[in-house]
């Protein structure tokens, strides 16, 4: 059994139905990741496990416990907002406190738990400051340990580096996959950043209007997106997807693409796609990411499957320790992801390696993976 499950959930306002029948299971000490564009119902979700959002149909289960009913404190678990929510009139150690204070636990239990608490945060030096003396960072480590005094039974993150810049956000990120990889906690974390999603998540789950898309682990949700909407939402930049159809000869199947002016470019069918459900002439989409497609000098020795063409290059962006250069098929962008020291120049023919262990079909029709 899953330490949670969510089974069948629904959230309607009125006549508008923001969570459409979601399904999701989550063992103890996992770290779940739920992405999505805005809107698409994630922190809704989030705030149905908490019991800040009433759910309209649906379980929702912790250790086989069903907590649709339970009152948001007797669900044992806790939240990590965006804002932070701290009290400014109180230092740190007494933020981090309170709640269990609020619940009478003793004087002398508190102080060791938050004791114990601000070793691993490294908060030990803070503890007498007010939120006003922080910066953001040591802020959102004081709400984390808020949280983890209690030794709850899930934690819920709601976007909590969304206020950091750039570089916070990168300290925070290590400093949250430290926490995880220390304690062991069940975690259950909102966010829109898929830098966030692919390093923190044990698994991910996408969401779109309120449906999920796919679940599984990074690994699977990057290399093998069940849809056209996963495969274009996760990644930056995002998989190069181009239309063709498929045609056969001797018994070997490729995909052909058109391209006006110019001859049209054939690529075996990728290994992952089921190649007995493509009849000859059959429209398809194919999709590959950025770091399979190189230069030929790049392309891994272990590639069972490599396929060249030749384009101009119409962009070359220098990314420190990547280059990224753009050039196009049939009207549709592809880039290239080449390396640092790579000697290629707007405007010159250049020839592209495709690593095809790494490609994949879509129906256009349906928009699923073949």
């Known amino acids: 059994m ?3 499950e969510i089974n069948g959930l629904r959230k309607r306002y009125g006549a508008l139905e923001v969570l459409k029948g979601i399904d999701l299971t ?4 996992g770290f779940l990741v739920l992405i999505g564009p805005s809107g698409c119902g994630k922190s809704t979700l989030l705030g149905t496990i908490a019991g800040l959002e009433s759910i309209s149909a649906g379980k929702i289960s912790i250790e086989g416990q069903q907590i649709n009913d339970l009152h ?3 669900r044992d678990i806790a939240m990590v907002f965006q804002s932070y929510a701290l009290y400014p009139n109180m230092t740190v150690a007494e933020n981090m406190a309170f709640g269990m204070e609020m619940r009478g636990v003793a004087r002398p239990e508190r102080e060791k738990a938050v004791a114990e608490v601000a070793k691993t945060l490294q908060l030990e030096h803070l503890l007498k400051r007010r939120p006003s003396q922080l910066s953001g960072g040591q802020r959102q480590r004081v709400a984390m340990g808020r ?4 030794q709850p039974r899930v934690f819920l993150f709601d976007e909590p580096l969304s206020n950091l810049d750039a570089k916070l956000r990168v300290d925070m990120r290590v400093e949250i996959k430290r926490l995880h990889q220390r304690t062991g906690a069940t975690i259950v974390y909102v966010t829109h950043d898929q830098i966030e999603a692919m390093t923190l998540a044990t698994r991910i789950a996408v969401l779109k209007d309120g449906e999920l898309q796919q679940v599984g682990t990074p690994q699977e949700v990057y290399n093998t997106p069940a849809n056209l909407f996963v495969a274009d939402f996760m990644g930056s930049p995002s998989m190069n997807l181009l239309e063709g159809k498929v045609s056969r000869s001797n018994g070997a199947a490729s995909v052909v693409i058109e391209r006006t002016g110019t001859a049209p470019i054939a690529f075996p069918v990728p290994t992952s796609a089921n190649v007995e459900a493509l009849g000859e002439g059959a429209r398809v989409i194919f999709g590959i990411r950025p770091e399979a497609v190189s230069d030929v000098e790049s392309v891994s020795a272990k590639s069972k499957s490599v396929t060249t063409f030749t384009s101009d290059v119409e962009i070359v962006e220098p990314a ?3 280059t990224f250069v753009v050039t196009s098929i049939a009207g549709r962008e592809v880039t ?13 023919s250049q020839v592209f390696a495709l690593n095809l262990d790494k490609a994949v079909l879509f129906d256009p029709a349906t928009t699923h993976r073949i």
């Open 2 to 4: 899953a330490f949670l």
């Open 26 to 29: 989550l063992d103890k000490g």
């Open 72 to 74: 948001p404190s007797k």
């Open 147 to 150: 949280a983890l005094v209690r």
């Open 320 to 322: 420190g320790s990547d």
């Open 336 to 348: 290239a992801r080449m390396r640092s020291d790579s000697d290629i120049r707007v405007g010159q």
